[in-house]
């Protein structure tokens, strides 16, 4: 279990952490925007989009959707936060959904979930009108992110915030002295999986506000931080990590365009932090590694780690200024990159480190709201997804005599449990710990590693366990061995 190396600010539930960080961080850039002139930004501060939530919350009730589920779809956006706090801080139950599903499938959810009204964008505007129209579960209300003024059977999230804001000046109170519970279910969210198998996690917000005191303990990304949001919204990691730390923390968001357009995107916005998963930042170092092979710098650049290694050493960093290129390429701010969601590959990880970026893991699940462990600047090792947070407790269930076993989680941030599935939470628990179904090991000074999952383990004919991303990461090693050395050399060093 790490220490705390940051102090934090205390935060009940998440209407607690708006109204705290509103009064430090109101007048800061919330979300950064292009305008039709390059190089010219527009922003939405703290304060502003605390008045939104407000407003639009406002709206809500006076709709009568008080204690109501409320369903979320839509590409990432600052609408979607928006409608996700105006829900949780005083409304209702919020339920984001999976943009990349078929139209089957959000009715499907849809219906599980017994959303009564959704927030969604224009690509969602036939899907949402039929599945109305066909009296699909107790949905009732749309609510378009994009339309200009209301139409007939569809709400415009705007004009909803325009009326908020109207029923405030005349004395409405019902959303800003709306209560709390911090311990009450106030989000659904669905596991990946087809929508018979997805389960539905039941969150409450002292689980993610436990969770967002743990990560800003341990991690210091604050106002003077530009993030990139790039993985959806809806998924737990960056809901948590990407949507609600900034807020907590007073960073300015800027939503990436496109997988296409990351590169641009780090340069424009002079993004410093981005939260991402494996395959990006290995596909990044590969490609930076083969720029610089191609421009003949390839030996340059060894030298420079040699000597920045032997500096490091006495304590003296000259990693930014010895690979300024480098940095420029990715738009000479960024500081920070956080991967989490499956296993990094470790030459992605040290190139990343070796050259003044730092890289580090983190892990966790949709049902633990989601970190349960993440290195630090200070408490890093390289394959590890680090130290875990300080208010929770991790044991290796079972480990064999390699000390792999099931990694198993206790703490403030687990979920309240699976909605509606009593023998999947009587399967996901034992003495207090929930299981992950990850197996792992810890190391003597608390580095937790993760070896695969528990349930895609091979066991062969003499007791030893393979874990398939084991072998996936060997594969890529090879392949990458043979694409810069020949089929022969390659061989040879192999």
């Not at 737990?236 to 357009?261: D, N, Q, S």
């Not at 000597?307 to 480098?326: N, P, Q, T, W």
């Not at 480190?353 to 049902?367: F, H, K």
């Not at 699976?418 to 034992?430: I, L, Q, V």
């Amino acid at each position: 279990m790490q220490k705390r190396i940051h102090n934090i600010i205390e935060i009940s539930d998440l209407k607690d952490m708006l109204k705290k960080t509103g009064e430090l961080y109101g007048q800061y850039p919330a979300y950064k925007f292009k305008t039709d002139v390059e190089g010219e930004f527009s922003y939405i501060t703290h304060k502003e989009y605390r008045d939104m939530i407000d407003y639009l919350g406002t709206a809500l009730i006076k709709l009568g959707l008080k204690g109501k589920r409320i369903g979320v779809i839509s590409e990432n956006r600052y609408e979607w936060g928006l409608s996700y706090l105006a829900v949780v801080c005083g409304t209702g139950i919020v339920v984001p959904l999976d943009k990349s599903l078929p139209e089957n499938e959000i009715r499907s959810l849809i219906e599980r979930s017994e959303i009564e009204a959704i927030f969604y964008s224009k690509k969602y505007d036939e899907i949402m009108k039929k599945l109305k129209d066909h009296g699909v579960g107790k949905l009732k209300h749309l609510i378009s992110m994009d339309i200009e003024e209301h139409q007939e059977g569809v709400y415009s999230q705007k004009k909803l915030i325009e009326k908020g804001m109207k029923l405030i000046e005349e004395g409405d109170r019902n959303f800003l002295d709306a209560k709390i519970d911090p311990e009450e279910m106030q989000m659904l969210l669905f596991t990946s999986g087809t929508t018979s198998a997805a389960k539905a996690v039941a969150l409450s917000h002292r689980i993610i506000c436990a969770n967002l005191m743990d990560i800003a303990s341990v991690l210091d990304i604050n106002k003077d931080d530009t993030m990139l949001s790039f993985l959806p919204m809806h998924h737990a990691f960056e809901c948590t990590a990407g949507f609600l730390y900034p807020l907590y923390r007073g960073t300015t968001v800027a939503f990436c365009e496109g997988i296409k357009h990351i590169a641009d995107n780090l340069k424009e916005f002079q993004i410093s932090v981005m939260i991402s998963v494996p395959i990006l930042y290995e596909n990044m170092y590969r490609k930076l590694m083969k720029g610089v092979e191609k421009q003949g710098k390839l030996d340059k650049l060894k030298k420079g780690l040699k000597i920045s290694g032997a500096l490091r050493k006495v304590h003296i960093d000259v990693r930014k200024k010895l690979f300024k290129e480098i940095h420029d390429i990715l738009g000479g701010h960024v500081r920070l990159f956080v991967s989490g969601a499956a296993a990094l590959d470790v030459e992605t990880e040290r190139g990343f480190n070796d050259i003044g970026i730092r890289l580090l893991q983190g892990y966790g699940l949709t049902e633990t709201a989601p970190i349960i462990s993440a290195g630090t600047d200070d408490h890093y090792r390289e394959g590890s997804v680090g130290q875990v947070f300080p208010s929770l407790e991790v044991r290796i269930a079972n480990p064999n005599e390699e000390g792999i076993g099931e990694i198993q989680v206790k703490g403030p941030s687990v979920m309240i449990g699976y909605y509606n599935n009593d023998e999947a939470n009587k399967n996901a628990f034992k003495d207090g710990y929930f299981k992950t179904g990850d197996l792992g090991f810890m190391d003597k000074d608390g580095y937790l590693y993760v070896s695969g999952r528990e349930k895609s383990v091979i066991v062969l004919k003499n007791g030893k366990n393979i874990f398939p991303e084991e072998l996936e990461n060997l594969v890529n090693r090879i392949d990458r061995c043979i694409r810069k050395y020949g089929i022969w050399k390659a061989r040879q060093r192999w």
